[in-house]
């Protein structure tokens, strides 16, 4: 049973990347009209898969077309190693979208030669090929093989190293033939300092130089990427037929509007009613949205998410929120720094559908938009958390020896395993729906008074919210935990992390930088520290191995409220000094030796450092007359099998 369920979430492993699947909780349970929204919004989704491609990198698409031809059609032998090697490297393409890495950016380098590659592509009918009017077999070859095989050319898709020209040096497809200076001079002429609405210069088009002359090409039904967008909008009119309410139907609409015309100020009038639709249950993302592949931060690449509302973890939400004043009131913080009022934040937890773009198959588990800053500033942002993507992550993780390594005893696995999913969750919406709004500065006291180290205290003050609260009677009473014992999984779970696990992802010889990990380190170590003389924490070695254990959890949780109460003080007053101390003694130092010893163990378990997920397959039952009379949803297809249909179903550029 376990083995299976297990089976079910992992999918497959290769080079750095693990493939998982995720569960569409609840959809067998949606309305018809609710089943053909999501269908058709995944086929707009689907149909732009494309665009990313081409905007990672202008020969990706030609690429993939030639490796897929060769990796369906090769007789020879395929446990041969160079096409084993071949496989990998084409599966790496299609989990970044190109030939660089998803998130390094670095270019793949081909664990199989360049004689192979050619044997293998003479051998495959022409017919097959992705030959542009008139090229040869030959021809082809010698455009592609340059940008497969040379170290140095294309080396980065999206290079930041400071004093290079950003554009010459990066290998995405946003700017052709422009330097730095003129796409920046390009840019600014266009900003007015007046315009207190600007709309998002330059994220849908690339920059090019013709005839000496800068101009956009834009990403329009008429425009570059047309063939794609004009799919994405013939589903996008038949989604809008089945939309929940008029609201939705207006957002639709104004989305396909600006995918007409590709005119910014309607993209914005587009996010504006967006944010407005908060009461359909479904809801989706499609567009030019996330400009991270830009070094200028100005091009958006294209992505899609379909979701819909999951009501029983947002009813968790929601009952967190509605008690806020009752958890400000019952703090161990000192009176002064509490909110009289104060308001919880309802985070809406989602139930992803489908991925597609830059949320494929790598995905965020968070989303917030949109990111106009005029928008968010005016009308405010939407905020979600993917839960059937996190809840994915967690069962994969099961049986891959990360617990039975890093885990002290039977007693602290059996924990993990009855509780540790709920309470993750759990500690994670604490952090978000009070622990961040909860307190208040001092009158007078600036904001940023804590300067660097103000993210890692504010984090640290967030969590240890939550921390403080999970074992509270409280939460049995509202339904939030199973039990008075379920808190124990995510105290130990939180410790080992901060102390320990953690440390998998600092490279040697570092210390820690990024302020969530830093707040993690600073209170687990201060907790130890503290708890030292009453033996309330301590790492055991064991068979040369440390590990965390806690001997009173009671007494744990006094400690952090003593440590909540006293951060709470540090940021109401501004105390610069004490949040310095805190921070540098605590948070940012590694024990070399342990970092080795936690390196090793990590590396022996052979697991991969980047995920992704496949989707699930939607299928629309019709009757005589072609009418959709249900949707039905399979989950058996794999890796390859659904990067070769994508390739097949949705080719469109
Ligand atoms: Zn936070």
């Known amino acids: 049973m376990k083995t299976s369920e297990t089976n079910f979430y992992s999918v497959e492993q290769f080079a ?37 491609f081409d905007q990672n990198g202008k020969l990706n698409l030609k690429i993939r077309r030639m490796l897929e031809a060769v990796y369906v059609n090769y007789d020879g032998d395929r446990t041969d190693a160079e096409f084993l090697a071949l496989e990998v490297y084409l599966k790496r393409i299609w989990f970044s979208s190109g030939i660089h890495h998803h998130y390094s950016t670095d270019k793949f380098i081909p664990g199989f030669s360049v004689d192979f590659l050619r044997d293998a592509v003479m051998a495959t009918d022409k017919a097959l090929l992705p030959l542009s009017e008139g090229e040869s077999v030959a021809g082809l070859c010698n455009e592609l093989f340059p940008v497969i095989f040379d170290p140095e050319l294309m080396p980065k898709r999206v290079n930041q190293a400071d004093g290079e020209d950003l554009l010459l040096t990066s290998a995405s497809n946003y700017y052709v033939g422009v330097t730095q200076k003129e796409a920046e001079d390009f840019y600014a002429a266009m900003k007015s300092p007046d315009d207190e609405t600007p709309v998002m210069f330059g994220m849908n088009s690339r920059l090019e130089k013709k005839n000496g002359k800068i101009c956009e090409v834009v990403w329009k039904l008429d425009g570059e990427y047309g063939k794609a967008i004009s799919k994405i909008i013939y589903w996008l009119e038949k989604a809008a037929t089945v939309a929940e309410n008029e609201l939705q139907k207006e957002v639709i609409r ?224 509202l339904g939030l935990t199973p039990d008075s014992e379920a808190y124990k999984a995510e105290y130990y779970s939180y410790m080992m992390n901060g102390l320990l696990t953690q440390l998998v992802r600092i490279e040697p010889g570092c210390c820690i930088e990024e302020s969530h990990m830093r707040n993690r380190q600073l209170i687990a170590a201060w907790a130890l520290e503290h708890g030292a003389q009453n033996d309330v924490v301590s790492l055991v070695v064991k068979d040369g191995k440390t590990y965390v254990v806690i001997n009173d959890y009671v007494k744990l949780r006094s400690l952090f409220g003593e440590l909540l109460a006293e951060i709470q003080r540090i940021k109401s007053e501004g105390d610069y000094e004490a949040a310095r101390e805190l921070v540098e003694k605590y948070a940012v130092k590694v024990n070399p030796v342990l970092h080795t010893e936690i390196l090793e163990r990590y590396r022996a378990l052979n697991l991969a450092p980047y995920k992704g997920f496949i989707n699930p397959v939607y299928n629309a039952v019709t009757d005589n007359d072609g009418n959709i009379t249900d949707v039905t949803i399979d989950y058996s297809e794999g890796y390859a099998e659904q990067m070769l249909r994508y390739s097949r179903d949705y080719s469109n550029l």
């Open 16 to 52: 750095d990347l693990q493939i998982l699947r995720y569960r569409v909780n609840g959809f067998e349970l949606l309305s018809l009209n609710q089943k053909k929204l999501i269908y058709y919004l995944s086929e707009a989704a689907l149909n732009g898969r494309d665009i990313l």
């Open 254 to 477: 104004l989305l396909i509007e600006f995918y007409r015309t590709g005119d910014l100020k309607t993209f914005d009038d587009y996010s504006i009613c967006w944010l407005k639709d908060t009461e359909s249950r479904i809801d989706f993302v499609n567009g030019f949205i996330e400009s991270y592949g830009d070094p200028l931060g100005l091009k958006a690449s294209w992505e899609s998410i379909v979701n819909f509302k999951d009501l029983e973890a947002t009813h968790r939400t929601e009952v967190i929120s509605s008690n806020a004043q009752w958890f400000e009131d019952h703090s161990p913080v000192s009176p002064q720094f509490k909110k009289p009022e104060v308001k919880g934040v309802s985070a809406k937890v989602i139930t992803a559908a489908i991925l597609a773009g830059d949320l494929y198959p790598a995905s965020a588990i968070g989303i917030n938009l949109p990111n106009s800053n005029w928008i968010r500033s005016v009308h405010g942002s939407k905020s979600v958390t993917i839960g059937n993507l996190t809840d994915a992550y967690n069962k994969a993780a099961k049986g891959n020896g990360f617990r039975d390594e890093f885990v002290y005893s039977e007693y602290e696995k059996e924990l993990l395993d009855k509780y540790a999913d709920i309470t993750g969750d759990l500690h994670t919406d604490l952090h978000e729906c009070l622990g961040h709004g909860s307190g208040k500065l001092l009158p007078g006291v600036d904001p940023d008074a804590l300067k660097a180290y103000g993210a890692t205290i504010e984090e640290a003050r967030a969590d240890l919210f939550g921390l403080y609260y999970i074992p509270d009677a409280k939460m049995v009473e």
